[in-house]
């Protein structure tokens, strides 16, 4: 995205079911966006966009909203696709079949969703980040290269220093269902026909994971 935007093209049509691996090897550098049929690059000298093309989960307020917006768009959907992946739901707990003005009033409302019990198991690095990608005031998001040096994006490798999976009062299998709600919302958004891709799967299909759990690599693993 950052690459996008350096050439002032914007997606306009973010989603997990636009994000696509090149070929079955499950190599994350394979991974691609696709579809690029709502993309626009912007030549106007005001950097602005006014045609709504958009997926409803995933429209920016602005863009929704028929008003003026420019690259921050795909930020927000960024925003949508990161919080879905983290939560297994979406923000402000619009679903597909909302109306554009029952999107409208639930975004405006606020209500982003990291009130709730599945928030006290995410660090205090991906809540900010995702605070940050859902802002309603376009000009305050971040751009695409700014997030590629936030913190929780840099020291992705890292693992946190406490155990966020015992901080909270969710037991294993409430854990389990929260990523098994979000494998089903991906895969649900990537079985339209139109470009399926590769559907996600629990970690118990990974032989990685399976031979490490047999070796003790990961003690107290969920039970998923």
């Not at 975004?107 to 802002?135: C, E, F, M, P, W």
């Not at 118990?204 to 969920?222: D, E, I, Q």
């Amino acid at each position: 995205m950052a690459y996008l935007h350096k050439n002032n093209v914007a997606h306009r049509d973010l989603k997990p079911s636009n994000i696509l691996y090149a070929d079955e090897s499950g190599d994350p550098t394979t991974i691609r966006i696709v579809d690029f049929g709502f993309a626009k690059q912007i030549r106007h000298e005001n950097g602005l966009l006014v045609t709504p093309s958009f997926t409803k989960s995933y429209v920016a307020p602005e863009v929704i909203s028929l008003q003026q917006y420019d690259l921050s768009c795909d930020i927000w959907s960024l925003g949508c696709i990161l919080f879905t992946m983290l939560t297994g739901t979406t923000p402000f707990g619009i679903g597909p079949e909302d109306s554009h003005e029952e999107i409208i009033k639930k975004i405006n409302h606020g209500n982003l969703g990291l009130d709730g019990k599945i928030s006290q198991y995410l660090s205090d690095g991906a809540k900010d980040l995702i605070k940050r990608l859902l802002t309603l005031d376009a000009k305050v998001r971040p751009t695409a290269t700014q997030i590629l040096t936030h913190t929780w994006i840099k020291n992705g490798h890292q693992l946190p220093e406490v155990n966020l999976a015992a901080m909270g009062t969710m037991n294993s299998n409430q854990m389990s269902k929260a990523v098994g709600s979000s494998i089903s919302i991906i895969n649900s958004s990537r079985s339209n026909g139109k470009a399926p891709g590769l559907q996600l799967q629990t970690p118990k299909s990974s032989g990685l994971f399976n031979r490490r759990m047999k070796k003790g690599k990961f003690p107290g693993a969920l039970n998923l």
